[in-house]
């Protein structure tokens, strides 16, 4: 009865009823055929929404934002899981789906694909009201994996075409083909790679509720990074429902060791955590890092970024400023000619205070 009871509220969960449906761009980088992003599409098809999926023809991890774009015509070789045969075009349509689409190249060439040629020739330019990376085979947690991950990079590369993204990565790293989903498993509930699907559309349908019509569902320039944990639903229903909790990317997040192998002659990679990767510059540092949340519980983490890499406010950025001074000057030349210029023009033309701009 627990199973049964758990099962329907977990599927329940995805369909919440969205105050309106909305346009959505789909991408990650582990490949159009793979199992968490079709289950993902459909889940979000389900709630009424217009669903787009353009995603790299063959598995991309670990591309960051990098923007590759293929130099061939047509497929050298046989798309991920053998869905497009060798020959094909480089960018089309999956066999099956019309709005699966298929592109040779990065994550992040993927987004500018769509947004570029894809939605203008095939789909009326219509607009994308929402973006979403994922759900990622493999959590992406930390300030390190956000330069490197290919499901960031997708997600980057649409905010900064001023396209509201959702990062989503999941706990569950076998890569697998959408064709091998588990419609039965040994605990009586569904594939995790549903349940990873259902968790991000539920987190999607909490935007858009939460969104006024025709209102950004984020500002401009804003991103959410989702990770949630190991779904166990294969064997045991331990973790199944993660809450959501909010978090911020550094605080126990880990970077790269270089190990070598004095037998083999080899280096490997092992983690390594350090102040400068987790040291709180900028938002929240009362909030908990996405790392330890995730890594230590049944927890999923929702962590708030922006894409603006400037300098914070605060001393330590006021000590390097100070410290390249005189060599590098401490204003803006050119603005100050602008300002200086505009106050000569409203000598000239007596323009009365309350219509000036404000500056």
């Known amino acids: 009865m627990k199973l049964h009871l758990l099962s329907a509220v977990i599927a329940a969960s995805s369909f919440v009823g969205t105050s309106s449906a909305i346009s959505i761009l789909m991408g990650n980088d582990d490949g159009f055929g793979s199992a968490q992003i079709r289950e993902f599409y459909r889940l979000l098809k389900a709630s009424g929404h217009q669903v787009l999926i353009v995603a790299p023809a063959d598995n991309e991890s ?8 293929t130099n061939n015509k047509t497929l ?6 053998n869905l497009v045969p060798a020959g094909a075009p480089s960018l089309g349509r999956d066999p099956i789906d019309p709005d699966i689409w298929y592109y040779n190249g990065t994550p992040a060439a993927c987004t500018y694909v769509a947004l570029d040629h894809v939605i203008p020739l095939y789909y009326g330019n219509r607009s994308i009201d929402l973006y979403v990376g994922g759900p990622n085979f493999g959590t992406n947690l930390g300030n390190f994996l956000y330069t490197l991950a290919g499901t960031m990079g997708g997600t980057y590369a649409a905010i900064g075409r001023n396209v509201p993204g959702v990062a989503f990565s999941g706990g569950n790293s076998e890569q697998r083909s959408y064709t091998w989903i588990n419609k039965t498993t040994a605990s009586g509930l569904p594939d995790p790679a549903t349940i990873q699907a259902q968790l991000a559309t539920t987190l999607v349908n909490q935007l858009v509720n939460a969104t006024q019509p025709h209102k950004r569902i984020m500002p401009l320039g804003y991103g959410l990074n989702v990770n949630t944990p190991f779904i166990t639903s294969l064997t045991n229903d331990s973790c199944v429902n993660p809450p959501f909790i909010q978090t911020r990317m550094g605080g126990g997040g880990t970077t790269d060791l270089a190990v070598y192998n004095a037998t083999t002659g080899l280096f490997h990679y092992e983690n390594l955590i350090t102040d400068g990767n987790n040291i709180c510059i900028n938002g929240n540092c009362a909030l908990p890092g996405e790392t330890p949340i995730v890594d230590n519980g049944c927890f999923a983490s929702v962590s708030v970024f922006t894409i603006d890499y400037d300098a914070p406010l605060g001393p330590a950025q006021h000590g390097i400023r100070t410290a390249l001074q005189p060599l590098v000057a401490y204003e803006n030349p050119a603005a100050k000619m ?16 309350e219509y000036e701009v404000n500056e």
């Open 62 to 69: 670990g591309q960051g934002g990098r923007s590759v774009f």
């Open 76 to 81: 050298a070789v046989n798309s991920e899981y």
């Open 338 to 353: 602008m300002l200086k210029e505009r106050k000569r023009l409203r000598d000239i033309l007596s323009v009365r205070p």
